[in-house]
């Protein structure tokens, strides 16, 4: 019967490029000289693993690539080679066509096979290079043993074969490491009418004599973890091993039967134990469908509270009781569905050592990256989101923020710049500081390049804190000609619609000098909104407590009409647009409205203020966001919906969105 490997591919996808990314993260922390063993350890078992499953599945390419570069790391683990620049360097990229094979693989497109070879031929001539370096040195410098000979204890469980696993090609993988024998046991083999095709029913003895080290071995079988008991022992020409196997896994020992560490790495202990039982990969579909199951549980549990509060009796008191204790019940439930959201920001930090690395080369600058506060927890899709404003804001640091090494020497700085990120939960936000230690905003620059550009009059004075406000404009640079990096003023705008687009702000802190730091504020989650719950005609909306700055009785709102345009609210020394919601969205009124009755709701979105008229304010509560895209279509003004107690459903106002409408006085 044979197996259809194809449903776990999308399994070795999602850990290969996980295991991609943690290579490249220990790669920037190796030093020139002698390798951290931790570290070439780290990047080898990922190469190993990556190598073990493409095998498995027949991608070929990939299987051969990652072998080559297993030899390298393999020299590099035995002390044989040391970190060069020039070898980080190959090594990095190696990583950076690592990860577009399993792209190429992934969406089965083709993929330049010379670049493959290439790349393949410098690093087999690396380990050429070492071997000729070597071999000058002399027989002295040359230390040839035998090896050390180890007997193998490898009893697979019977599903081992019907989850992909292949033990001839384990086997394959120890005779590289050197002169392999195996002997099978077949006694547990059933009687012909009760073999089944998908179980594994032999157990094998297996001696290697070999100068790779015991991990090494054991890494040959990290695709069975959970799938087989493993028992590796040292043989000795005086001594039979000593032995101890476990129904856990492995437990390696000496030949004087004193137990080595059993934990030689996490990764042979996790083989040993079955796996990491400690967790488990859910898809964000999955989670996402149980957040919605929460959302509307949170719905019923408010409509059985609003019909609660209308019983009287000792029936009624009861009943609210046990609705209180099961409001408790779901709010705990639902903020538990929300913690399986969060993932760390670290997932996101990650990805700016490599980058701030490479960028720094290519403009001739030192660049360090930090991070503190990585371990900060953020829902799955606002870190999605936040991605990209992210990456322009490192990028703009690194280009626009450190100077270069003679201009850093020149002021009394290291050489070297520091670019720090960090993040923190504040309250219901988390905040993402990017700060640099470069020269600060240069506000005259962008003064003047704001007044050339027609942005600013001649004679205006700003202060500090609106020059800076300045590089959010659409299409803003300072630099003269566009670059590949940047110039082209494409990117800080963009930075600032997409964080306010999320419901968070953006705070730029500069000193020149010193450095520039940009504080963005950003939700937990997008799943659930604070809001205020407004009437507009016979309609209910809801409006985000964050978007909100004041509320005032129209009857004493100083609001004019002005020729040409609509109407304008005078607040704090500014003109505002006044939005009539009910006109708006063609809301049927409850009676004739007065032209002076209701509230005006001042909110902020995307950098701007504007009034919105309103009937009343009907009350403050947290929301289940139910998006209408998927459900409806898109709707200019609105976010989405919610259902509330009473089983009717409200809008939830997109403030950014209505803002960008209303730029200017609405027309009469």
């Known amino acids: 019967m044979t197996i259809d490997l194809t449903q776990f591919h999308d399994g070795f996808y999602e850990e290969s490029f996980e295991a991609v990314g943690q290579m490249e993260q220990a790669l920037m922390r190796l030093g020139a000289g002698a ?164 179980s594994c029913y032999l157990s094998w003895t297996l001696t290697l004599r070999t100068e790779a080290a015991r991990q090494a071995i054991i890494e040959a079988f990290d695709w069975a973890q959970g799938d087989c008991t493993l028992e590796v022992s040292v043989v000795t020409a005086d001594a039979p091993a000593a032995r101890s196997l476990t129904a856990a896994g492995t437990h390696a020992t000496t030949a004087g039967g004193r137990s080595t560490r059993a934990d030689d790495s996490a990764r042979a202990s996790g083989a040993a134990r079955g796996g990491d039982a400690a967790s488990i990969r859910v898809s964000i579909e999955k989670i996402d469908h149980l957040m919605n199951s929460v959302g509307e549980l949170v719905i019923t549990q408010s409509m059985l509270a609003q019909f609660g509060a209308l019983l009287d009796g000792a029936a009624g008191e009861r009943l609210r009781g046990g609705l209180a204790q099961l409001e408790r019940d779901v709010r705990a439930l639902q903020e538990s569905v929300m913690r399986v959201r969060m993932v760390p920001i670290s997932v996101l930090f990650s990805r700016f050592p490599r980058m701030a690395r490479d960028l720094g080369e290519r403009l001739g600058k030192q660049v360090e990256v930090r991070m503190s506060g990585a371990e900060t927890e953020l829902d799955k899709t606002v870190m999605e989101k936040i991605g990209d404003p992210l990456l322009h804001l490192v990028r703009n640091s690194i280009d626009h923020g450190i100077e270069a090494a003679h201009e850093r020497l020149a002021a009394g700085k290291n050489a070297c710049g520091t670019l720090h990120l960090h993040a923190c939960h504040r309250g219901s936000s988390v905040v993402v500081d990017v700060s640099d230690d470069g020269g600060g905003l240069r506000r005259e620059r962008i003064l003047a390049k704001a007044r050339e550009r027609g942005l600013v009059a001649a004679e205006q004075q700003l202060s500090d804190a609106a020059i800076d406000k300045l ?145 009343e304010l009907l009350g403050q509560q947290q929301v289940v966001v139910k998006t209408l895209e998927s459900n409806y279509g898109q709707v200019a003004g609105i976010a989405g919906a919610t259902i509330l107690g009473d089983g009717s459903v409200a809008l939830i106002l997109d403030v950014a969105g209505l803002t960008r409408a209303v730029s200017q006085p609405l027309a009469a």
């Not at 089965?108 to 290079?129: C, G, I, K, N, T």
């Not at 205020?532 to 209910?540: D, H, L, P, R, W």
């Not at 509320?551 to 009539?580: C, K, T």
Request: aromatic residues 6%.
């Open 35 to 198: 390798a951290d063993p931790e570290l070439v350890n780290t990047i080898f078992r990922v190469a190993h693993s990556i190598k073990g499953g493409a095998a498995t599945f027949g991608f070929g390419q990939i299987s051969s690539f990652t072998h080559t570069l297993e030899t390298v790391l393999d020299e590099l683990r035995g002390r044989r080679m040391q970190v060069t620049s020039a070898l980080s360097d190959l090594l990095l990229r190696s990583v950076d066509l690592l990860r577009e094979m399993l792209r190429a693989q992934q969406g089965r497109e083709p993929l330049d096979a010379q670049r493959v070879a290439d790349l393949q031929f410098d690093l087999e001539l690396m380990v050429a290079q070492r071997g000729a370096t070597v071999a000058a040195a002399g027989p002295a410098a040359v230390n040839l043993t035998r090896g050390t000979r180890y007997q193998l204890m490898f009893r697979p469980l019977p599903q081992l074969l019907a989850r992909g696993n292949d033990p001839l090609r384990m086997f394959r993988e120890l005779r590289e490491l050197g002169e392999l024998s195996v002997s099978a046991d077949v006694s547990a083999l059933p009687a012909w009418e009760q073999f089944d095709p998908e």
């Open 471 to 615: 590089i959010f404009l659409a299409g803003f640079s300072t630099h003269e000609q566009a670059t590949e990096v940047s110039g082209r003023g494409v990117g800080m705008d963009v930075v600032k619609r997409n964080i306010e687009e999320l419901g968070g702000s953006i705070e730029v802190r500069s000193e020149a000098g010193k450095g520039s730091r940009f504080i963005m504020t950003l939700p937990l989650t997008l799943a659930i909104v604070d809001g205020q719950t407004v009437a507009v005609g016979e309609e209910s909306y809801i409006v985000p407590l964050t978007a909100i700055v004041e509320s005032l009785q129209l009857r004493s709102a100083p609001v004019n009409h002005v020729v040409g345009y609509g109407e304008v609210l005078s607040f704090r020394g500014e003109y505002l647009p006044l939005v009539r919601l009910q006109k708006l969205f063609d809301s049927r009124a409850r009676r004739a409205p007065e032209p002076r009755d209701g509230l005006i709701m001042v909110v902020e979105g995307d950098g701007k203020r504007v009034g919105l008229c309103v009937d």
